[in-house]
């Protein structure tokens, strides 16, 4: 059964960084694109970034320049390092297949204060 596990939440002043890991129990993880999504209190879920089998990556254009999507095959991870927080970032992160998502994780808080 497939399975996401978000970590690496926290609460940060703007400005901050975090680093966001994603442990996925895919058997096919290194050819599957690999999203991240972020919902905010009030909001639909939004795609934020994902990166391809071959690590071509994509981000939505609010956090273009401040977020790096990356991956890990050997360990089956996904990653988001995010620099220069905005108190607008402050969500619950997913991440999750791109074209077709599975069974969704818990996700991971991230709040940041201004």
């Known amino acids: 059964q497939v399975r996401f596990v978000e970590s690496g939440g926290g609460l940060v002043q703007a400005g901050g960084s975090l680093r966001l890991s994603c442990a996925a129990s895919v058997s096919t993880f290194s050819r599957e694109v690999i999203a991240w999504y972020r919902q905010a209190p009030g909001r639909q879920r939004e795609w934020v970034a994902h990166?391809?089998?071959?690590?071509?990556?994509a981000y939505v254009a609010s956090v273009r320049g401040r977020f790096t999507i990356s991956r890990d095959n050997a360990k089956t991870t996904a990653y988001l390092q995010m620099n220069s927080l905005e108190p607008d970032d402050t969500a619950v992160y997913y991440c999750n297949f791109l074209a077709v998502p599975a069974i969704w994780g818990q996700g991971t808080q991230v709040t940041v204060s201004s």
């Open positions: 990166v391809g089998s071959t690590g071509s990556t």
